[in-house]
T-cell receptor
């Protein structure tokens, strides 16, 4: 069964204290792994898509990496405005092409304090 | 439109009543997803559409839940005879043409069944 596990559930950082969030997954053929940011009361906001092991993507203070079993979201010198819940999702390959549902982890709640 | 639009943003209904939730995807997006997020929980897949057809409706929790999509655009999620356990935020997302898999979410509809 396709599954996504995120850790830690919650993370508290001081401003400027770099850290990483983990997303472990099992999927029957990976089409893509996605990172989203969700602020309270809002829908998830797309951050990155990773397609193959070894791939990396960066956006401002965030860097996402992918291996065959997990993905990391590295946060460098975070600021209070980076506080949010970070969601990881995988999409399995579908026979004959086409879309498949996104399977989400439970998320990591990040709080960055000044 | 510029983004995925959902209406209403909030809905309070009495137990046993039917409700309809609407999703306007980004223009031209062929795939459309419905998810449910209960308080403090991850995103639970409900159904996805490719065009007007629903290849995967495996996440619908019971036969009280149904969804349709018309004209390859607007989608409606209907919950009949609502129960208190249906209270959640219902999120809609859409993806562009096949082969591009990023899904963009709306703000959600917060449903409260009293």
């Amino acid at each position: 069964e396709d599954q996504v596990t995120q850790s830690p559930e919650a993370l508290r950082l001081q401003e400027g204290e770099s850290s990483s969030l983990n997303c472990s997954y099992t999927v029957s053929g990976l089409r893509g792994l996605f990172w989203y940011r969700q602020d309270p009361g809002k829908g998830p906001e797309f951050l990155f898509t990773l397609y193959s092991a070894g791939e990396e993507k960066e956006k401002e203070r965030l860097k996402a990496t992918l291996t065959k079993k997990e993905s990391f979201l590295h946060i460098t010198a975070p600021k209070p405005e980076d506080s949010a819940t970070y969601l990881c999702a995988v999409q399995a390959l579908r026979s004959g092409g086409g879309y498949n549902k996104l399977i989400f982890g439970a998320g990591t709640r990040l709080a960055v304090h000044p | 439109g510029a983004g995925v639009s959902q209406s209403p943003s909030n809905k309070v209904t009495e137990k046993g009543k039917d409700v309809e939730l609407r999703c306007d995807p980004i223009s031209g997006h062929t795939a459309l997803y419905w998810y449910r997020q209960s308080l403090g929980q991850g995103l639970e897949f409900l159904i996805y559409f490719q065009g007007n057809s629903a290849p995967d409706k495996s996440g619908l929790p019971s036969d009280r839940f149904s969804a349709e999509r018309t004209g390859g655009s607007v989608s409606t999620l209907t919950i009949q005879r609502t129960q208190q356990e249906d209270s959640a935020v219902y999120l809609c997302a859409s993806s562009p043409r096949q082969g591009v898999t990023e899904a963009f979410f709306g703000q959600g509809t917060r449903l409260t069944v009293v």
